[in-house]
């Protein structure tokens, strides 16, 4: 038969016209609930999320307990992703892995046989190569599964039933911590040592008022898998973990094990010949891949950003094992590791964010307070139910137990009902007030349990039950007394982590650390005499120690500069332009040819003429003078250049240019200027004003001409100036204050014999 016209559905009667805006802020929402509640943050009661809880139920299904042989990985992941979890394998088996590594794990959840990568940061063997099963740990945080204790929902497709969280009282959550981001917000918990969390949730059962501050003297902090330092100030802990937010440095750990001094054990510096020595990483911050840290460390070498650092290498087994090895012995070691913290991920920052699910599955940020308060809420209520389900129970079996004496005491007529009535059922219930159980039990019993001593067990095991169920009453009806359970089971717990066991002995140590080592590249540069050669084209070369001979240049070109340096000093150079440029130098060619052209390391006008070439002393001040006939004195501290650009010092006007660059004498106390018409000026140092930047205040006054030269001088010690030839003698007049006046005074001519050059 053909379907009419009005049994066929159009399928646009389904469409509902709805704003596009609301439509979509209301699945996204959706989307949104799902990631945090269903996949992203843990919930505080057992610490996992659904991921990992389909995973250990899974494997608890699968008989994998810690004493049992262990099964492949696919067998598992498979079985968890038909049954409970229908997303892809591959995010299945990372999460499996995850929980079977010690380096990311405190308390491994699953033990794991075969390659489930290594610290270095390689990834596991696929699933079919490796097997697993559960750990003790995993045991205790599913132990009461069968006793009622949780609710059970079920799975995603109906077909069986999974638990919707742990009730174990291992404190998961703690333990070992999580990390996830979900829509707009996100956890990060780091792990911990679970003899502390017990430690301080007995606290708060013993006193719920407890401070803060008491709590944090019992928990301490984070206790990572890879161990490290914490080298954050209590304080500072205590605040991250009252607010639920905050945030940790972390650093590897330098340890020497076979050093013969105590002290150089702890520093991790082992003692080579010849007063040598290296230094030893034995354990490397949280989540840090020490292949990558490897190759980090190995750039910084390449890159010349540490050059006191000579080598690393790794001799690792199953424990790490970095040596660090300095360019000589006289290297400071602290300097050292400061500047490997720096620059390298020997220290990081973990970032906590206590954002957890609680029990009505809200997404919250807790302190650690307010976390415990809220894992022992949960405790009891497990307390509590498990004791309910007991007591159903001892109910079942004490009616049972009821109905077998009730037997025993009439056996014969018992025996008699069954042997001659067609139904025998409901005469026994009939004439022995018995219940439909106990009828059914008594007709199912064995002949064997016929025996005098099988009711003399029956009547014992109706009075243990007895007294189980009003002790179990007794607890249910006082809160006291289950928290005083509490703490007994807590107490046992604690022995299987305790701090001399292997596994619960803290690893991660929480102490300040020592005010940082204030350093510069200067400090990490090895101190060697040079000679720093400038010639005037711009040609540069430094040659190793302190030298004095003839030095060879290009065709056409010849000196300009000679200075004698250390290569931890800084060069200041001048150009006529006004600019300040700064040179390290120990970065410096060498002068086996002639050098490099120093505008392939500056950016320096190609017109500019560098005017004056100057070793950087801390607090001391130049005179700065302009052919203008300008200028002023600068501290070399505010002309250094932190780029190749230089700095611009002393402003020109067009056609002016820079030509005094000198040092001043601390002990001088007046100025000289002398210009290019050979008039001499001489005014007190004090009219000098001293300035960072600009054109400075008038020297001398010229009609035609400019500024030629300008010195300081002690004014009771004359003027003196070189004599010319090759005598190398020079000439001094005692008496030059008749050339002193006022600064900005267009003065008079020069004592007799004054250079012609117009130079002092």
């Not at 802990?237 to 702890?266: I, L």
């Not at 190995?298 to 087994?317: G, H, M, N, T, Y």
Request: include cysteine; charge should be negative; proline fraction near 5%.
């Amino acid at each position: 038969m053909m379907p009419t016209v009005d049994d066929e559905k159009d399928p646009f009667d389904a469409i509902v016209d709805a704003p596009f805006d609301s439509a979509l802020s209301e699945r996204y929402l959706v989307y949104a609930l799902s990631t945090i509640t269903a996949r992203s943050l843990p919930d505080l009661r057992d610490g996992l999320k659904p991921v990992h809880r389909r995973l250990l139920w899974g494997m608890r299904q699968l008989g994998l307990r810690p004493d049992s042989a262990f099964k492949k990985c696919a067998r598992i992941t498979g079985d968890v992703m038909g049954k409970y979890h229908p997303h892809g394998n591959l995010a299945l088996y990372d999460a499996l892995v995850r929980l079977a590594q010690p380096f990311t794990l405190r308390y491994p959840l699953i033990e794991g046989q075969g390659n489930f990568g290594n610290i270095d940061g390689d990834g596991a063997a696929a699933e079919r190569y490796t097997e697993c099963r559960l750990t003790k740990t995993a045991m205790q945080l599913m132990e009461g599964l069968d006793e009622g204790t949780v609710d059970f929902v079920p799975t995603y497709n109906n077909e069986e039933e999974e638990p919707s969280l742990f009730p174990g009282l291992f404190p998961n959550l703690l333990a070992n911590g999580a990390s996830g981001i979900a829509v707009g917000m996100a956890t990060n918990i780091p792990s911990h040592n679970v003899a502390e969390v017990i430690d301080a949730t007995l606290e708060l059962i013993d006193n719920p008022y407890v401070e803060h501050a008491r709590l944090m003297e019992l928990f301490q902090g984070p206790d990572f898998a890879t161990g490290g330092l914490i080298v954050d100030s209590r304080e500072a802990v205590s605040q991250a973990y009252e607010t639920g937010r905050g945030s940790f440095r972390v650093r590897a750990r330098y340890f020497a094990p076979e050093a013969k001094e105590a002290a150089d054990r702890d520093a991790g510096i082992e003692r080579l010949g010849g007063g040598q020595y290296q230094l030893v990483i034995t354990e490397i911050p949280y989540q840090v891949p020490k292949g990558k840290l490897i190759e980090q460390i190995a750039q910084v070498i390449a890159d010349r950003k540490v050059p006191i650092l000579e080598d690393v290498r790794d001799e690792s087994d199953e424990a790490i094992r970095i040596v660090i090895v300095p360019k000589s012995r006289n290297v400071d070691p602290e300097l050292l590791k400061e500047s490997l913290y720096r620059l390298t991920d020997l220290e990081v920052r973990f970032g906590l964010n206590l954002n957890v699910l609680d029990a009505t599955r809200t997404p919250m940020v807790m302190g650690l307070k307010e976390l415990l308060e809220h894992w022992l809420l949960h405790q009891i209520d497990i307390l509590q139910r498990r004791s309910r389900h007991r007591l159903q129970k001892i109910a079942d079996r004490l009616e049972l137990v009821e109905g077998y004496i009730i037997a025993f005491l009439n056996l014969d007529r018992i025996i008699e009902i069954i042997r001659t009535e067609d139904e025998p059922k409901p005469v026994m219930i009939a004439e022995f007030a018995l219940t439909d159980r106990q009828a059914e039990a008594i007709l199912n019993m064995r002949l064997r349990s016929l025996r005098k001593l099988e009711e003399m067990e029956l009547k014992q095991e109706r009075d243990a039950l007895l007294a189980e169920r009003a002790e179990l009453e007794k607890l249910l009806d006082s809160p006291a007394r289950q928290r005083t359970r509490l703490k007994r089971d807590l107490a046992a717990l604690r022995k299987d982590y305790a701090e001399d066991t292997a596994l619960g002995h803290r690893r991660t140590t929480i102490a300040e650390a020592a005010p940082t080592v204030e350093f510069s590249m200067d400090a990490m540069i090895e101190k060697e005499p040079v000679t720093v050669i400038l010639s005037k084209r711009g040609w540069i070369r430094a040659a190793r120690g302190h030298l004095e001979q003839d030095w060879k240049y290009k065709e056409g070109d010849e000196e300009a500069f000679v200075i004698h340096a250390q290569t931890t000093d800084k060069l200041l150079l001048a150009a006529d332009d006004g600019r300040f440029y700064t040179l390290g130098a120990d970065k410096l060619p060498g002068a086996r040819g002639f050098g490099e052209p120093i505008r392939n390391t500056l950016d320096i006008d190609a017109e500019a003429q560098i005017v004056a070439l100057i070793v950087h002393k801390p607090e001391t001040q130049l005179l700065l003078a302009s052919s203008a006939g300008k200028g002023f004195a600068a501290v070399t501290d505010e002309l250094l250049a932190e780029t190749r650009k230089g700095r611009q010092v002393v402003n020109l006007k067009p056609g002016q240019k820079l030509v005094v660059v000198r040092p001043i004498d601390p002990a001088h106390d007046h100025v000289a200027v002398v210009g290019d018409n050979r008039k001499l000026v001489i005014f007190h140092l004090e009219e000098l004003p001293v300035m960072a930047r600009g054109q400075g205040v008038t020297l001398q006054r010229y009609r035609d001409g400019g500024l030629a030269d300008a010195t300081t001088l002690k004014l009771d010690q004359g003027l003196s100036w070189a004599m010319g030839g090759d005598s190398g003698r020079t000439r001094t007049e005692d008496d030059v204050r008749q050339w002193k006046v006022a600064r900005g005074a267009a003065g008079r001519l020069p004592p007799r014999g004054f250079p012609k050059d117009n130079r002092f």
